[in-house]
């Protein structure tokens, strides 16, 4: 008899109640994106030429904090040049604590794999430095179709 008073009684669990059903249409948004949705175009000058040199960026103690795969740049990821020294960041991730490498965007593409950090660390030249940077109020897409956009953004 206590055999069956016992497989009569099961413990409670808390159950969660279950989620509301998932609605299966999509709000649609027409025209452009609001401008808060867009990267920003970023400018930057140098103390030399390194327009074309791939970057990297150090911590405030020197240590490699990222930097680019192979895979992940083309020639086509070098700078713009837009007008009175300053350059159009088209790779994205340029900032005061980034440095220069040897390499160009076409050499470092070309590489079969990605350097050691120790390589990278090697590879930065010397004193090359970022100067200046500024975030523009228009997007990054912008900026690279239109550079004419920048330099009005500059004023």
Known sequence: MAVSL???CSAKKDVP???PPISKEATVISGPLPDKALPRAVVYKTNGD???HVFVNVGPDSRLVSYPAPTDVSAASSAL???SGWLLDRRGGIGEDSRFLKWTYAEYAALPSAPSPSEIIASIIPDARVTDIRV???SASEAISDPALVSKALE
């Open 17 to 19: 109640a279950p989620a």
């Open 50 to 52: 390194y327009s074309d």
């Open 136 to 138: 523009l109020p228009i």
């Open 6 to 8: 016992l497989s009569g």
């Open 81 to 83: 040049p837009v007008g």
